[in-house]
């Protein structure tokens, strides 16, 4: 653990400006070119074919054409009266256009872990949701807002974001106040409560990395919580001394006279087969 700081997190914005300017009041938009490798493509695909027994959280919206949100946990639990899709059906969904969720994917990967531990010192127990779609205007959620602070990390694509200049508990997005397309490395901050709406210009995926604000948090009064606190780590689970020699560096060969046509080499495996 502890592989960022939140200085790396809003890379180039000076932290302690973040949270005089913008923590509660405004949104943030940091445009430049780290995190891009965050999720990527390859990464879908991988998550994906784990369906549906490897996948625990896949959401997508609007997947009747009817606005309705079939979850998969939802679905296998019995909460949810939605039939079962074969892998098929979902890759066909994927490919009509609907938007999927990949939601609670804080350890699908390490950077995800590190980013939550770093903003759970200021913030309480974040989560990861991965939105992913295929096409240009993809079905997404239209204009509202979340009870949690969100930053909102983009890896592939672009992605066209409005800003309204209202929060809840008003019930409705007021008056537009900024409107900006956001790519790979892009982070935007929202706070709670504020209305937004986010449209796709291409396939994209973006991490939305959310967290309660602490109970009593104020400028006044600022805690912040030792690291580690709230989640368990990311551990490496390769074992000791399989793969390096005893310095830990270069991976071991074996000896030319072990190896195919090498000194010592038998060819009983293959007399064997031929029989
Ligand atoms: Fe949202």
Same mark, same amino acid.
């Given at each position: 653990?502890?592989?960022?700081?939140? /200085?790396? #997190?809003?890379?180039?914005?000076?932290?302690?400006?973040?949270?005089?300017?913008?923590?509660? /009041? =405004?949104? $943030?938009?940091?445009?430049?070119?780290?995190? =891009?490798?965050?999720?990527?493509?390859?990464?879908?695909?991988?998550?994906?074919?784990?369906?549906?027994?490897?996948?625990?959280?896949?959401?997508?919206?609007?997947?009747?054409?009817?606005?309705?949100?079939?979850?998969?946990?939802?679905?296998?639990?019995?909460?949810? /009266? $939605?039939?079962?899709?074969?892998? *098929?059906? &979902?890759?066909?969904?994927?490919?009509?256009? /609907?938007?999927?969720? $990949?939601?609670?994917?804080?350890?699908? =990967?390490?950077?995800? &872990? @590190? #980013?939550?531990?770093?903003?759970?010192?200021?913030? @309480?127990?974040?989560?990861?949701?991965?939105?992913?779609?295929? *096409? =240009?205007?993809?079905?997404?959620?239209?204009?509202?807002?979340?009870?949690?602070?969100?930053?909102? %990390?983009?890896?592939?694509?672009?992605?066209?974001?409005?800003?309204?200049?209202?929060?809840?508990? @008003?019930?409705?997005?007021?008056? &537009?106040?900024?409107?900006?397309?956001?790519?790979?490395?892009?982070?935007?901050?929202?706070?709670?409560?504020?209305?937004?709406?986010?449209?796709? $210009?291409?396939?994209? #995926?973006?991490?939305?990395?959310? %967290?309660?604000?602490?109970?009593?948090?104020?400028?006044?009064?600022?805690? #912040?919580?030792?690291?580690?606190?709230?989640?368990?780590?990311?551990?490496?689970?390769?074992?000791?001394?399989?793969?390096?020699?005893?310095?830990?560096?270069?991976?071991?060969?074996?000896?030319?006279? %072990?190896?195919?046509?090498?000194?010592?080499?038998?060819?009983?495996?293959?007399?064997?087969?031929?029989?």
């Amino acid at each position: 653990m502890g592989k960022y700081t939140i /200085k790396d #997190i809003l890379d180039p914005v000076d932290p302690k400006r973040f949270w005089l300017n913008y923590w509660g /009041k =405004k949104h $943030l938009v940091i445009r430049r070119n780290t995190f =891009k490798t965050l999720f990527k493509w390859h990464d879908f695909t991988n998550v994906l074919n784990g369906y549906p027994r490897n996948l625990n959280h896949l959401q997508i919206l609007d997947y009747d054409g009817k606005g309705t949100k079939w979850c998969l946990d939802k679905v296998n639990k019995g909460k949810l /009266k $939605l039939p079962m899709l074969k892998k *098929k059906e &979902v890759l066909d969904l994927w490919r009509s256009g /609907k938007t999927f969720v $990949l939601s609670m994917a804080e350890y699908t =990967k390490q950077d995800f &872990v @590190e #980013i939550c531990d770093e903003l759970e010192r200021y913030f @309480e127990r974040g989560q990861v949701n991965i939105y992913c779609s295929s *096409k =240009k205007d993809a079905v997404g959620f239209p204009a509202h807002c979340d009870s949690t602070e969100n930053f909102l %990390f983009h890896t592939e694509g672009k992605v066209k974001w409005t800003i309204y200049d209202n929060s809840a508990p @008003e019930r409705k997005p007021g008056k &537009v106040v900024d409107e900006f397309v956001l790519e790979a490395g892009d982070l935007l901050y929202i706070p709670q409560y504020r209305y937004h709406k986010a449209e796709s $210009l291409t396939p994209r #995926i973006s991490i939305s990395i959310h %967290f309660p604000n602490k109970r009593n948090q104020s400028l006044k009064k600022f805690q #912040i919580t030792k690291k580690g606190a709230k989640r368990e780590g990311w551990y490496n689970w390769m074992p000791e001394n399989l793969y390096y020699d005893a310095e830990g560096s270069s991976t071991r060969d074996v000896p030319r006279k %072990f190896r195919m046509g090498g000194t010592q080499w038998k060819k009983t495996y293959f007399n064997n087969l031929k029989k």
